[in-house]
Structure formats: structure tokens, C-alpha cells
């Protein structure tokens, strides 16, 4: 009997290794080159005996995978890993242990920029930009329930508010005698303000529609705002975008660039703690359990009489207003902006922090978020195959675990079993 | 008045490009309620197959009109088949999941498919040969419409009809009309409903692979991202005539195409990509259930 299914299993992924062959023989195998308007064909056929091994063993991954999670779904506490994950759980749970866990955590964080240098130090800073994006992107799709797949044009509402700030009120707060960099601390609420301005303009067309039109109507939002960014070159610098941004200054002294690395590395741990203590404000509040009623069921939650469109409203505000003002350090950081640095696939890239690390988890969030900043810039050799990496993930982490590496915790009420035996 | 006549047409040949691969978005659509984000990338390797079967093909020295036939039966199969491994790999198992986790799946595929493309092929543009043959008694009308055009709407207009045909007189059709009202109710009749799904993806992907080589050969170039804002414009053609009813997609395409083609024309051609976005943002503010579409109930 055993045998039996082995043997069933062996000829159908001997059956998927031909298909694999087959299916990608004209992509791998023949590579077509152009010369003179003539298309010549090149065969490898080195690939050929990959693919199909590659397709073999896959499928039977697949298989088991596949097994694995039908197994997970009918009895979620076995296995050693939601063991092991108890059992810390029960550990952390601990005040003792869960202050001097965070402390110890604080201390690496703070002692991170005079341990490892600039040149790591803004690696993190990218890191942290994603993270309250993330948080921020998190509050429209974990707690809502909408799927935004414009947020990166938020993120350029940010600094194109800092950068248009600094290119035209720059020199003029130089000729009144200001301190110029008094601009970023202004741009940083202004951007936030800008952005959850624009989130709200988004969202008034947007208020009677369904998850999946959402997703388009919002990506052609943030489509438009990078062709408006890239032609209005009188203003916005076009294509070229805006360059020289100061990095923001300490107290009226320019500092050198290592140390407004660690300035800005600071002041981005600042918002990510402010960004981490709102966020969770925000889900234990009416609001947040409101939005997350209404990304149960858009129905009945108006029927249990939420105000949708008010809830629409708050939504979008509040997650565009972290993109803006992550925009900002983002232009602070690197000095320079142009549009490229918003496009669709900046805003799939953020979506899929929230998707991987767990919709809704904030933990989990700022895990994803960290995760893909982090590993390919350590992961340099594999960078032509990030993006063929990134959709690969995406697509197993939806199928085999849609909560995401770190699900989030679901608020339950439970009753004491003294009280109901009363 | 000239003028305007030559962006009408050459906005009418984009249309007709957009209805195809909107067809396949529409149909899909109607049956399992998914945006396929991956349908311009299949339409992209239609179009990729097209140019290396075609260079293989030309260059052992077949004749033309053998080189165009078997490229594109080719690229269309090659297609169809990718189009039913993506379902079943990428959306089936999430079949009866909230709807949004196989959108966020097909934007995965989308990104996979595009990457896969431009490493084992090239990141570059590459020249797209023609082989569609020259009308001699067009020449005089060159000016306003040439050959490709006219083949473009001509296949087109083919594919309309026997599409309609499919779906109205065929056992086939019937089972998708089925499915598209009610999923479990077609299975309860009998209806094998992943056979019709399958079905639908790869009639689907075929229009794309016939829209992939003809709009290769229209614009002249490929490379592994045209797919991308090609799939989202026919979305949007296919938003605006009604999502999931066949003559609307092809209705909605032209408006999409005249609207691109004027707009360009007249106002400006820096923002031509732009002219869908905002065609998609007024429509759905007006009428969210495009022109030709019905409004479906919303249910708890």
C-alpha cells in the first residue's frame, strides 16, 4: 500500500518533470538574439536536464507541503514548532523576562551605529524607513482590510515635500538668518499632513468600491503621481529629480555625513518607536476595532451601524501619514529623489513586507519589513534574482501560510470555566 | 478633420489589441472573481515564443508563410499552457480563500514570470521581425491605416465572434455561464468546474499569445516588461465596459483606444499611459459596473 502511493507519486512528478520540460523548453533552452533585424536562436541545453530535475523534486515538495498544511489546519497545537513557539510564548509572557528581553534588544539598537559603522548604519536606516512603512501600510491592509497598491506614491508625497520645501523656502530661510535645517523638522508633520491629505483624496473616489477594484484604483494612483512627478519637470526636476536635500541639521552645526548617518539613524528608531506605541494605540481603540470589523464584512459591519465611510476615511489617512513622513527621512537619507523611486513595484515590495511578515501582526510586520530590507543587501551575489525571489516567496507564503510568518494574535474573550460551572 | 480620422484609426487598431487580452482578464474575471495580474505576462511570452520560434523556423530557411503559422500556433499553445500551470499552481489551492489573497498570489506570479523571462532570456529591447505580409491595394491608403492594422482588427473581429459562439451555443460555454452565476450550484448539476476553469485560462491565454504576437509586430520591439501596463490597460478597458460580459471588454477597448489616441494627439503625449488611470478613476466614480456590466448584489 505504502509502496503503492510512493510509486503513484514517482510517475506523477516524473509526469510534471516532462511538463516542466516541455512547458519551459522555447524560454530556457533557446535564447533568441537579434542582429541585423534577424532573430538567431541559441541552444543550451545544459538547462534542459535541470528543469527537469528541478521540476521533480519541486513537485514532490509541493506534495508535502501541500500534506503539511492540510495536517496543520485540522490540529493547530502539534508539532514541535507551535511546541517550541508555546513554551517561549509561556517565558516571554514573564515581566522579568520580557523588560530585560526588550532592554537588551534597546541597548543593540542604540550601541548599532558606533558598533558597525556608516556604511551598515545607513543599511538600517533603509531598514527602519521600511519598517514604518510597513506599520503604516499595515494599518490600510491588516486593520482595514484594503488592499493598497499605490502606498508608494505616499511615500513620494513625503519627500517631494521635503524636497520641493528645500528647493524653493531653502534659500530663503537662509536669507532671513533661520537655521535651514528647521525645514526637515517642519517638512516631517507637513509631509505627514500632505500625505493623509492625499490618502483622503484617494479615498473619496474609492468609498463605494470592493476589495479587488480597490487594489487597481489605487495603483493607478500611485501610477499617475510618478507620470505627474516625472513631467511637470518645472517643478518637480522631472526625471532628474531634486538633488543636495541636507540631511537634517544638529542644533544649527552641518554635520559631517558619518555623523548625520547616526543622527538620522536616530531620529528614524525615535518614529519607529512612536510609529510601534500609535499603531497599537490605534488597534485597541474604537476606531481600530471598528476597521477591523469592517475588514471582516463590509456589510455587516455597516449593519452593526459603523460609519464605513468615516472608517474608508480614517484609514487611508492614517496609514498615508506614516509613508509621508517616512518619505521624508527617506529624502533626508539619501539627499536625492526622483520618481523612479516610487514606482508600482516599491509599493508591491512594501505590501509584500506586510503580506510575508503577517497581515495585521505588528511583530510580524516589522519582522517582514527588516527581512527584506536586510537580506539582499547581504545577499549581494543573488541581486539579479531578487525580484524572481520575491514573487516566488510571496506566492508560498499566500498559499502555505496566509498568516504570515508571524501571525497575529486574535483578541478573544475567554470565560472562566469556575464562573460557568456556577 | 485628417488628422483626427488618423488618431480615430490608429486609436480603433489599439483597441482591438487591448480587446484581446482584455477578453481573457474579462473571462476570467467572470468566473472566479480574480484580477489575473499574470494575463499581460502571458501575453508577453506570447509574444517572446512567437520571436523565437519564428527566428529558429527562419533562420533553417522556411518560407514565410510557414515561419508566421507555426510560430504562432506555437506561441498560442505555449501560452495556453502556461495559463493552465499558473491556475493550478498559483490559484487553486487558494480557490474559496478570501479573494484578495489570490490577487496578492497573481501580482507573485506576475513579478515571477516578468523576472524568469528577463534572466533566462535578456533584460533588452529586442526588434520584433514582421511576418505578417504587406497589402499592396492599401498603399494609397497608408497614411490612415496599414496592413498590421487591418489584420489586427480582422483577428479581432474573428475572435469576437467565435468567442461569442463558444459561450453561447456550446456544451463548453454553457458550463462556464454556469460556473460564472453560481460555483456551487454548477457542481452540484454536474458541472466538473475545475475542468471549466482551466478551460477558461487557457482560451484566455490563448487570445493573449494572438494579441502578443500581433501587437509585437505593430509596435515592432519586445522585451520582458511590455506585459505589464499592456495587462493593466486591458483591465481597465475591461472595467470600463463591464467586467466579466464579453462584448463590453471589446466595447471598453475601443473607448480605451480612442481615448489614448486622442488624447495623445490632442493634449499631450507625455501622460499617454495615464489616460487609462483616469478613464478608470472617473469610470468607477460614475458607473463602477462599467457599460455593459450588471451590478452584482453584495451579499454577508
Redesign the interface.
Known amino acids: 500500500m505504502k509502496v503503492r502511493s510512493i510509486l503513484a507519486d514517482v510517475r506523477k512528478s516524473l509526469g510534471i518533470a516532462v511538463w516542466s520540460m516541455v512547458l519551459l523548453f522555447p524560454l530556457m533552452v533557446m535564447k533568441v538574439s537579434v542582429t541585423r533585424g534577424v532573430a538567431q536562436v541559441q541552444f543550451r541545453w545544459n538547462f534542459l536536464p535541470f528543469v527537469g530535475i528541478a521540476g521533480f523534486v519541486l513537485s514532490f515538495a509541493w506534495r508535502i507541503a501541500l500534506e503539511w498544511k492540510d495536517r496543520r489546519g485540522n490540529n493547530k497545537s502539534e508539532g514541535t514548532f507551535s511546541r517550541v513557539k508555546a513554551w517561549s510564548g509561556q517565558y516571554f509572557a514573564r515581566p522579568a523576562v520580557r523588560t530585560s528581553a526588550l532592554l537588551a534588544l534597546l541597548s543593540f539598537v542604540i550601541a548599532y551605529p558606533f558598533l558597525f559603522g556608516m556604511y551598515h548604519t545607513n543599511i538600517m536606516i533603509t531598514a527602519f524607513i521600511y519598517v514604518i512603512l510597513a506599520l503604516g501600510l499595515n494599518i490600510v491592509v491588516g486593520l482595514g482590510g484594503l488592499l493598497n497598491l499605490g502606498y508608494a506614491a505616499f511615500f513620494g508625497v513625503g519627500a517631494y515635500t521635503y524636497g520641493l520645501m528645500w528647493k524653493y523656502l531653502g534659500h530663503s530661510f537662509i536669507a532671513a538668518g533661520i537655521d535651514p535645517g528647521w525645514l526637515f523638522w517642519i517638512s516631517l508633520p507637513l509631509a505627514g499632513i500632505m500625505a493623509s491629505l492625499f490618502g483622503i483624496l484617494l479615498s473619496l473616489p474609492v468609498l463605494r468600491l470592493r476589495g479587488d477594484y480597490l487594489a487597481i484604483i489605487t495603483l493607478a494612483f500611485g501610477e499617475i503621481f510618478r507620470m505627474v512627478m516625472q513631467n511637470s519637470s518645472d517643478i518637480t526636476g522631472g526625471a532628474t529629480g531634486i538633488s543636495l536635500i541636507p540631511r537634517p541639521w544638529f542644533f544649527g552645526h552641518k554635520l559631517p555625513p558619518p555623523q548625520a548617518a547616526t543622527y538620522i539613524y536616530f531620529i528614524a528608531i525615535v518614529l519607529v518607536i512612536i510609529t510601534i506605541f500609535i499603531v497599537r494605540r490605534i488597534e485597541d481603540s474604537r476606531v481600530g476595532r471598528a476597521l477591523e470589523a469592517m475588514r471582516e464584512d463590509e456589510v455587516a459591519c455597516e449593519a452593526m451601524g459603523i460609519n464605513l465611510v468615516k472608517n474608508k476615511l480614517i484609514t487611508f489617512a492614517l496609514g498615508s501619514f506614516w509613508a509621508g513622513i517616512a518619505g521624508v527621512i527617506m529624502a533626508a537619507q539619501t539627499t536625492y529623489i526622483n520618481p523612479d523611486s516610487f514606482t508600482l513595484w516599491e509599493s508591491i515590495i512594501i505590501l509584500m513586507a506586510v503580506v510575508i511578515g503577517g497581515t495585521g501582526s505588528i511583530p510580524g510586520v516589522i519582522g517582514g519589513a527588516i527581512l527584506l530590507k536586510l537580506l539582499p543587501e547581504y545577499f549581494r551575489a543573488l541581486a539579479q534574482y531578487r525580484m524572481l525571489i520575491y514573487g516566488i516567496a510571496m506566492v508560498l507564503v499566500i498559499i502555505f501560510k496566509p498568516d504570515g510568518l508571524i501571525p497575529r494574535k486574535r483578541k478573544q474573550y475567554t470565560f472562566e470555566e469556575k464562573e460557568l460551572s456556577k | 478633420m485628417e488628422y483626427f480620422l488618423k488618431l480615430f484609426l490608429s486609436g480603433t487598431a489599439k483597441g482591438s489589441i487591448y480587446a484581446l487580452i482584455a477578453l481573457g482578464y474579462t473571462m476570467v474575471y467572470g468566473i472566479i ?3 489575473n495580474f499574470a494575463h499581460g505576462e502571458i501575453y508577453m ?1 506570447g509574444g ?2 512567437a ?6 523556423f ?2 533553417k530557411g522556411m518560407p514565410v508563410g510557414f515561419v508566421l503559422l507555426f510560430s504562432v500556433l ?1 506561441s498560442i499553445i ?1 501560452a495556453a ?2 495559463g493552465y ?1 499558473i491556475e493550478k ?2 490559484y487553486r ?2 480557490r474559496g ?1 478570501p ?3 489570490a ?3 497573481a ?6 514570470l ?4 528577463l ?4 533584460e533588452k529591447f ?2 520584433f ?1 514582421s511576418y505578417l505580409p504587406e497589402f499592396k491595394w492599401l498603399q494609397p491608403y497608408k497614411e490612415y491605416i496599414n496592413s498590421t492594422q487591418l489584420i489586427i482588427l480582422g483577428v479581432t473581429a474573428v475572435i469576437m465572434v467565435l468567442l461569442t459562439f463558444l459561450i453561447k451555443f456550446t456544451r463548453m460555454g454553457k458550463a462556464m455561464r454556469a460556473t460564472a452565476q453560481d460555483m456551487h450550484m454548477a457542481q452540484l448539476v454536474g458541472v466538473d468546474i475545475n475542468q471549466v476553469i482551466s478551460m477558461t485560462f487557457i482560451i484566455g491565454s490563448a487570445l493573449a499569445a494572438i494579441g502578443g504576437v500581433l501587437i509585437c509586430s505593430y509596435m515592432g520591439q519586445i522585451n520582458y516588461y511590455i506585459g505589464f501596463i499592456a495587462g ?1 490597460k486591458a ?2 478597458a475591461a ?1 470600463l465596459g463591464g467586467i466579466g460580459s464579453i462584448p463590453g471588454a471589446v466595447l471598453g477597448s475601443f473607448v480605451l483606444g480612442w481615448t489614448e489616441s486622442l488624447g495623445t494627439g490632442y493634449i ?1 503625449s ?2 499617454e ?2 489616460f ?3 478613464i ?2 472617473v469610470i ?2 460614475i458607473k ?1 459596473e462599467g457599460i455593459l456590466g450588471r451590478t452584482r448584489r ?3
Request: charge should be positive; hydrophobic fraction near 60%; aromatic fraction near 14%.
Open positions: 472573481q480574480l484580477i511570452i517572446f515564443t520571436l523565437i520560434f519564428g527566428g529558429f527562419f533562420s506555437l505555449y499552457a502556461f500551470t499552481i498559483a489551492p487558494l480563500k479573494r484578495l489573497s490577487l496578492i498570489s501580482i507573485g506570479v506576475s513579478m515571477v516578468q523576472n524568469f523571462v534572466l533566462a532570456q535578456t529586442l526588434p521581425p493593466i483591465f481597465v472595467v499631450s507625455d501622460y499611459d495615464a487609462a488611470f483616469i478608470l478613476i468607477l466614480l463602477p453584495q451579499k454577508v
